[in-house]
Every structure is written in structure tokens, then in C-alpha cells.
């Protein structure tokens, strides 16, 4: 139940606080789910990924399908050096969950220290 | 105690996000790129992206609509010459604001803040060509009527209206890639965005440097003969035979000028390191109606410009109670610039007249302060200029401005410099640099109704020289090349001149009305393609970087048509046929000697028997010709200008099919460097077998079709940075000196067609797209048609067609 609450909580605040924040907001609201729910260092590290991965795979796969992948097509040659559409989705969703996952860990860290 | 864990976890999160949004690491800060919510996926357009919107701004006087067809071009219906002006600026910007931040920023030698340290070359040598300069005089006249700034400011406020409401999430995909932040509009960007147009257009179009060295390897008769003023071959624009009236102007050559000037055969090391592409032509025609089907004119019009995408071009249409425009708008500029009204229609190709001299500057010492003129030492002005650079510290550069202009070249620059000795002091006169308003040529034109406004309109042109086609609903064709042009005496500019006295200053102007103009002439047409514009008989000197064999095709097409069609003139403007080939072609297969050739060699030999002249994109005979003759150019001059390690000035192809045509002993066919005499069998032998190595090659490696070789090509204003982003080695054919000029990342790059019938029929395509942003499917959408040079209508739309199914969506603006 924890791992669900925690993937959704995640998800949410972090979709909301990219309305208005710097995209790395993400990694603050990782952090304070993890600090707030208490879930072994592992899980909050994978809540937390797996958060950021749906969320970021799911808004860019939407944004791109709508635009036929137009663009998609040539940032993934730019960036990955390689026309990949979906790759460069995956890269965009790992770098999400990367960082929020970190976060995660940080934030279940810090609650077990105190 | 979990204290040292969450140390490491903290301090890796904060380590990735770091890098991620930084360029510490990376190329590029991915996280905040990447990011769906902001990065690069929010330029991603929907496929059904809904255009409508209700705006209002407070700048506005009255209400407006724009109606997007169905290839997204807008038709503005305004109540106002401001109004219609606040939302082309508006709507540049929304569709087209990288580009013109980029361009003027480039134009005024401020690369560097966007591409870092490997800009400052490009950027001194702008700032010391007076690229600024030249745009603070261009302001002033640009400003000096009320009623004129009223309209600049127009412009400007739309540009910074859409500016102002974008928020970082919605800025161009380009501003994201690079990290960079769009920079407010104002009037001198408008007039430096003009000025960039007169440095790729009248910058690259003298050869003085280059002139300069080549004394010291030619004699003066040989110099005539190499680089000829009147190209024998020439077709003029003005028929050879109109009789000019006596100059107005006879400048003096100065008494000294053999000396000083003719016979000096002192060297220079300087060379521009950003000329402008000699490709920067263009084609237009007009034909009258004794010479169409409907009885009415056609013109015609094809810029050969860099091809880009964003294109240079941005299509309109824009409407007001005192004017109805359409056409190819500079996003960065107001007005319509190559286009028709209701009345007519103009289109322009480029002068290639010098309007550009160097003068040799003697400072008193390094500091630069003071220079030696008309027996005294005058103060210069200098010019502190500081060029920011992206992640790095400000580079100063001191430009020195004398009474001829800036001091280009000295001792701190000289450009690509060869390996040569003489740094000179180098100031530059450039008729750019003086005060002019060029932008009021296009308000003026674009609501022409005959060919008084016309003339009018272009009157006050004065930089870069440009040859302003004109047809009539009235049935009037007409051409005037216009430009301010310096009156010169003969010989005067095409070196570097003394400049420690007014001696050897320009001494006054062409009169405009002496202008090269032609109008409805007998013979039904009328067409420039950036030849000189008229034969030796013309009582003035006037040197240029001429492109002949374009205009030359043009009349062997216009002269035996009739009965023409729109249709005929799309043809026209796609036409591959290669005029100098044929002129050429039979001298190289009648020397080349078949006994030395081996099978191999003679099966590249069948290619170009069996050719039909046509430069299409499947022409193999084409690519055979071009690298043979290439060849016998360089068997040729080599040996000659490689007597000196400066720069020297290559002959045109045309001067060089001219000589060999002329005189197949031509002693510059001997290779100077060697002890036996070569002949005309020798030279085109001999480059033959070395064009074959070429040519085995290519066809070694993807084939000998000519789309291979010429690679057309539309690429990314960022070019290669932006792989992906453009549409390389497209399947076209063409070149420099054929109609459809198409060569490598340059061509037409605008084609228009526009019938003067009661009901205007008209046409036009360009490689590229109304949207500027690359995740838009109208980024690239007319490339194809383009390549395959199919056009589109151009629709003149009337407010009544409000509810026309081609309209896919409307703006409509309002005060408040």
C-alpha cells in the first residue's frame, strides 16, 4: 500500500510542481515523500523511480504522439545520435527517474537517521 | 546510524541534477531539456495544433484579423498601416523569432554570446566591416519622419508583444538546445537585419584585395585579358545598341595614378574571412503581353540566396484600406519584399556592382589615434568594441574610423591571412555605410499602382544595388538597377588606393536617372540574372563580380517563346540547361586525344558525347563536364597565380571558355613549370585523365549522378550543430551558373510567378516552411514541392473569403 501511495504521491506532486518549478522540483518532492512515508531505503529509491519513469515516459509519449513523433525524430538524432523516437523517451524518462529516485533514497535516509 | 547513507544519496542527487542542468558534463543541460513540462517535448506541435486565438494589446488602434490557409500562411486584415505592421512583427516573432534574433545578432557581430569563443573571428571581422556602424546610420534616416518611425515602432512593439508572453517553456526549441534567452526587439535590429542583406548582397561583389595581388603577377595587358571588364560573351540586361546619354559625371583620373596606383605591385596579406558567397545571385524576368497567351505580363522572380531552415522567407498577405500585398517578408523587417499588389508586381536580383573600396591608411603609430591625410595628421575615431563570449571573458577589439570609413585590416587583424608579408593598413569605403533607408523602398512599392509609384518607390534605394523588375496590370514592363553608385574613372577601386590624400576619393555619384533602366521594349521582355547590366558603350565604370551565362540562357529560352503561360515559366525557372557546356564542350572533345585514353577513360569520355546539356539531377555527362573543365581551369591558371603565395583573383569560367574559344594558343596553357610547352591537346588530355581518377572515384563511392556531386541541400540555421534538423542531399541537379541555380546549400531560394491577368494568377514555392519551429509539421512541408519544383497558388485572399474552407484558423486581434 505504501509502495503504491508512494508512487502516485510522487508522481502527482511532482507533475504539479513542474507546472510552476524548475524541472529538478522533482527531486525536492521525492525527497519529501520518502522523508514523510517510511519505506526501506531500496523501495523509496524504486517508488520514486518508477514515479518519475511513468510520469515522464506517459507526458512525453503523449506530447509526441499527438505530434506524429515529428520532433522526436530529430532531437533523438541530436541528442542520442540516433533517430529513436521511443530511446530518446526512455532516455528522458531515466533521467527523471534517476534523480528522483536518488532524491528518494536521500529523503528515506534522512528519516531513518533522526 | 544512517547519517553517512544518506550523505552519499543527498550528495549523488544533487550531483546529477547538476550536471543535468548544466553544461559542466554535458553538451547540453538534458535535464532541463528533456524534461517534458518545459524542456524540448513542449515544442512538439500537435498534428491538429489549433492556430485560433483572441488577442488584445493596448498598442493597437483598432481591430484586425489573420486568417491562416490551409499552408499556414497569414492573411492580415487590418484597419491601419500600424496595425498591419504590429502584427507582422507579432507574427514573425511567434513563428520565426530564433531566426531574427540570431541573424541580427550575427549581423552586429555578437555570434560569440551564442556559438562561444569559435565566433570571434566572425565577429571582429563584422564589427570592423562597421556592420553597427552602418545600422546607426541606416536608424537615423529610418527615424527621421514621424510617420516612417511611427511604423518601424509598429513593428517593433509586435515582435516585443509576443515576446513579453513567452514564458521559458514556450520559447523556441533552439533557445532550450542552446541555453540562451530571446533578447528584445528594437528599430536597429530591424535596420541591422537590412544591412546583414547588404553585406551578403554588396560586400562580397570587388575583388580589391585579391586585384591588388594579382598586379604583381600579370601584366597590365594581361590583366585585361584575364579579367575583362565586358565579358565578350556578355547579354547585357540593357540590349546591347541603346544609345546612353552623355555621363553627368566625368570623374579625373588623378595624375599620379600610374604610379601609386596601377604600377604598384606591392602584395597583401589580408582577406576577408567571411566574403559572402559569390553564388548570392538571382534570376528575374518579365514578359510582356505581346509575348503571353492571356495578353497580359507574367513576372518572375527566383532569389539564389543560402538556403535555410527557417527560410529567409516568410509568405504574407497584408491588407489595409490603402493596401493590398502579397508575397516573401524578411522576418525582422516590415513590409512585403518581393511580391504583387492588386496593380503590379516587382521582384529583385542583385546588382553584383563594386560599391566597396580599400583605401592604404598610414598611422602615426600603433595606438592608431591619429592617420596622415592631405599633408597633416588627423585624429580617427576609434571604436572600443567588446565582443562577449559565451563561458568565456569579454575580447576587445579597437576599430579605427577614418574619413573613409572603418580601418578593416591592420596590424592586430587580417582576416584569413595568407602567407604574405605585407600587413597594410586597409580602411574600407562602402556605400552601406551611408545613411539610408532601404526598408521605405518595400512600404512604398507595396502599395504601387503604376509605374511612377514604382519609380518612386525605388528612387531612394541606395544599398545593396539591386535590379528592380516591374510589370503592370496596365500592361508596363520594366527594370531599373538601382543602388547609389560611385562615378568612377576608369580602373578606379579595382586595387587598393592611396588614401593619405583625397586624391583618389570617389568623386561623386551616378546619377540615379542614369541608372541602367529599360522599359517596355519592343522585344517583349525583359530579364537580369546578375550579368553586367549593360555593354562597354555605357559612359560609366562600373566593375562588378558579373555572372554571365544565367541571363544568356534566359534569352536563348525568352527570345523564340510565345504564347507563354505560367506554366512555361515554372518550367523556366527549373530549367537545367548547362549554356556553357555547349559553348565549351566541343572545344574539349574536339583536343582531347582519343589515341591517349584507355578503355576506362574513354567509357567517362562516352558520357559526356552522349550528353544533352541538361544539368538534372540524374545527368551523369554533367558531372563528367564539370570536374574535366574544373581540371583544365586549374591546368591552366595554377601554374600562374601559384607564382605568389598571396591571394590572387581566380578568372571566371566565363573568361577562361572565352579565351580558349578565341584562341587555342593561349600562352597561359604552357605550365610554366615545366621544360617542355604544353598545348591545348596537353592541357585538356591531361586534366582529363585527372578528372577520371576523380570521377572513378565518385562512382566508386554512391555514383556519378549529379544530385551526388552538387548536393543540394537545405540545412539548419545552426547547420551541422543540428544534425536531424535539416534536409541534406536532396534530388536536384542545377548549379551556379544554370537557371535553377541549385548548388550545394544554396539556390532559389524564393521562386515566384505572378500572371498580371484582371484576376492575378499567381505562383510561388521556397524550400522550406512557414513554422520556424522544428517540431511543427509546417517546419519543412514545402521542401519536397520545392525540390520537385512544383509550386503552390499564392492566394490573394479577399475578406469576403472569410469563410473559405482553406482557412484553418483565424487570430483576430483587438485594442485593449
Redesign the interface.
Known sequence: MKFLTSILLTALLS?AA??YL???S??VVA?IVAALIPQK?GKAFLTAFIALFIL?FA??FF??S???N??????????IKM?NPYL?MT??AL??A??AG??G??GS??R??K | ???F??II??A??VG??TV??STLVLP?P???????????????????ENFNANLSFPNLKGNANVYFDERLVPHVFAENDEDIYFIQGYLHAKFRLFQMDLQTKAAEGRASEIAGSKAIQFDREQRRLGMRYAAENSLIEMEKEPKQKALFNAYTNGVNAYIEKLSPKNYP?EYK?LNIEPEKWTNIRTALLLKMMAKMLSSGTEADLEGTNAKNIFMPDELKVIYPQVNDSLVPMIPKGTVFENPAIVPIKPANADSLYFNNQKLVAAKQAYKPNINNGSNNWVVGGSKTQSGSPILCNDPHLELSLPSIWYEMQLNTPTCNVYGATLPGSPFVIIGFNDSCAWGVTNAQRDVKDYYEIKFKDASKKEYWFNNQWQASKLRIEEIKVKGGASVFDTVAYTIFGPVMFDASYNGMATNVSENRNLAIRWVAHDPSDEASTFYNLNRAKNYDDYLNAIKSFQCPGQNFIFASKTGDIALWQQAKFPARWSGQGLYIMPGQDSSFMWQGFIPQNENPHIKNPDRGFIESANQRPVDSTYPYFIPGQYLIPRGRAIEHYLTTMNSITPKDMMELQNNYYNITANNIVPTLLKYVNENELGENEKKYLDYIKLWNFMANADSKGQTVYNVWWKNLQQFIWDDDLKKSKANVAYPTSQTTMELLKKDTALKFIDNIGTPQKETIVDAVTTSFKTAVTILANYDANGGLEWSKINKGSVYHLLKTN????SRPNLNVGGNGDIINAIHDSHGPSWRMIVSLTQKTEAYGVYPGGQSGN????Y?DDYVNNWAEGKYFPLWMMNKAEATDKKIMATINFKKG
Open positions: 507533475f513542474c507546472l524548475p524541472w529538478w522533482i527531486a525527497f531505503p515522464w507526458l512525453c506530447l509526441s499527438a505530434n506524429n515529428v520532433l522526436a525524430h530529430k532531437v533523438s538524432i541530436l541528442i533517430d530518446l532516455v528522458t533521467i527523471g534517476l534523480v536518488f532524491a533514497l536521500s535516509y534522512l531513518r537517521s | 546510524m544512517k547519517l547513507p544518506f544519496s543527498a549523488t542527487t546529477l541534477v543535468l542542468n547540453a538534458l535535464g532541463k531539456i528533456l524534461n517534458p513540462q518545459s524542456g524540448v517535448w513542449q515544442n512538439a506541435e500537435s498534428a491538429n526549441l538546445v543540428m544534425p536531424g534538423f522544428p517540431g511543427s509539421k517546419y
